[in-house]
């Protein structure tokens, strides 16, 4: 059996077990489902803080500040524990790579929040999910036959079907928001790449690229926050770190298309916060438009499982 770096060797009961996540080659489906709900739902809280900062502060900025947040507690739990090893890697260009397009995606996805509600931004951002497997084809030559391809296709019809419509959804607002949809792809696929790294390692130079990235603007446009606006950017830090670990550890131990799906309950918590926050309510091309990118991303699913299953009879 090949030795695995594992980051729940030493347990210790002063921390939730959730938080031991092993750092296997083999797929974990129940737990990776798990965590990547656990994820977006926390990332759904983040970007909720961040829309509401959005009126006083650049994007940037809040990613800045997302990112010393998150780092802190990070830094205390590595070195409490001693788990200076999850920082070693063995693909330290592809761990960069990861880490400075995912810090630029975060501070594009932020700006798109800024000029779109929540609910059409998310939508649009399910283009990424979408997006992930041709990536993969391109990035890490994973197979794609033509009923995949074109169920790629009819999920990108149902962005264009959810943004058409309406007609007062801002240009810019509905370009940032794809530009951040083609690096969430990305990332995601070089997560699925980096499953054989530590979590934890990962997670940690993503945070560190984001402080390094969004500190050349803070000259610029950095801004000191109010009592409020700090319990906010609390809320963006903490519930980021989390979700950014959660996610990491989804995409290591089960499918990368499985765990992006999952992505769509993103739109019923930004549906919530829009209502409650906003009083704003989407309108039904914003559903049907997500409805068919998950048909579609369910479909592309399905057919990865086929050819899996044919590999393997033909062992």
């Known amino acids: 059996m090949t030795e695995k770096t594992d980051i729940s060797q030493t347990s210790h009961p002063a921390i939730p077990e959730i938080l031991y996540v092993p750092a296997p080659e083999q797929d974990n489906i129940m737990r990776g489902i798990t965590f990547g709900l656990m994820a977006y739902f926390l990332f759904g809280i983040m970007q909720a803080c961040a829309k509401l900062l959005m009126e006083h502060h650049h994007p940037a900025e809040i990613a800045f500040y997302r990112n010393i947040v998150a780092i802190v507690p990070l830094i205390i739990y590595i070195a409490a524990f001693k788990k200076w090893n999850v920082l070693k890697t063995r693909k330290p260009v592809a761990l960069l790579l990861r880490a400075v397009v995912g810090t630029i995606g975060l501070i594009i996805t932020f700006a798109a929040f800024q000029y779109l509600p929540m609910a059409e931004t998310t939508v649009i951002l399910f283009a990424g999910i979408i997006l992930t497997p041709a990536v993969a084809f391109f990035a890490l030559g ?6 995949r391809w074109s169920a790629i296709i009819i999920g990108m019809l149902g962005v264009i079907l959810m943004v058409r419509p309406s007609g007062d959804l801002p240009l810019i607002g509905v370009l940032i928001a794809f530009v951040a949809a083609c690096s969430h792809a990305f990332t995601n696929t070089m997560l699925r790449y980096l499953r054989s790294e530590d ?30 606006e ?38 019923v918590w930004a549906t919530i916060f829009d209502v409650f926050i906003w009083d704003y309510m989407p309108g039904l091309s914003v559903f049907l438009g997500g409805f068919i990118i998950l048909a579609a991303n369910l479909y592309i699913i399905h057919r990865e499982r086929v050819v899996e299953l044919r590999a393997k009879n033909l062992k």
């Open 142 to 147: 994973e197979h794609m036959g033509w009923r």
């Open 199 to 228: 979590s934890l390692g990962v997670t940690f130079y993503f945070i560190l690229s984001g402080i390094v990235i969004g500190g050349l603007f803070m000259p610029f446009v950095g801004k000191m926050p109010g009592p409020d």
């Open 230 to 267: 700090f319990l906010l950017l609390l809320g963006v830090g903490i519930s980021a770190m989390l979700a950014q670990y959660f996610l990491t550890s989804a995409f290591r131990i089960a499918p990368t298309g499985l765990v992006a799906m999952l992505n769509y309950t993103g739109l």
